[in-house]
């Protein structure tokens, strides 16, 4: 995605939402964006695709949420833990979902979103028609995995024994895939999870 972010697809500005142009009209993937529409997945953003100077834009109402970026920088340690279950629980129902493609997702945390009131995840799904790829969910996972890492190391509660086992739980990529890490950490006591985790690698 990054790639054709820089080719193939435009972000332009449009107020509070967040929308992008496409440069090649035949990238338009228009049953994938019928089934998005018609799917009404709770982690995908909801989309109006419209021409504009003879291109094919498409708006994600963004207004009303805040960037996952964002939101962690002032979350505390709890909120930070739950926030990225979410996350993965939200990566999990789209890579699972046989009429989407996780490489149409764009995986920069200052374009995933989230739902104040519930900390639910909101992702933008660009449809558009390219190939799926077995390496693909791979390498999405293991984007998001460094994006995650980089920014929670440079949190100010960093230094908290659940983020920094966090942080060690994430890079362990060998051994855990995101949705496992997420089915590890939706517990109710975390921190005593984290900490058992560590106990054991360090054993």
Known sequence: MKRLLDEQIFEVSDGNNTSYLLKNLDMFYD????????????????????????KIKFVFFTDGFTKLSDLLLRADADY?????????????????????????????????FVDNRTLSIRMIYIPINIPKNGMLKAEFENDIRTQLIRLIQGLPQVNSVELDSLINILRDGK?????????????????????????????
């Open 175 to 203: 051994i855990l895939t995101l949705n496992e890490v997420g089915k590890y950490l939706h517990s109710d006591s975390i921190g005593i999870k984290i900490l058992e985790n560590e106990r054991l690698n360090q054993s």
């Open 80 to 112: 930070v833990v739950s926030i990225i279950v979410n996350l993965i629980r939200a990566i999990d129902e789209i890579e699972t979902n046989g009429f989407f493609n996780i490489a149409c997702v764009d995986s920069r945390l200052d374009h995933i």
């Open 31 to 54: 049953i994938g964006f019928r089934v998005m529409k018609n799917q009404k997945s709770g982690s995908i953003l909801d989309c109006h695709q419209l021409k504009y100077n003879g």
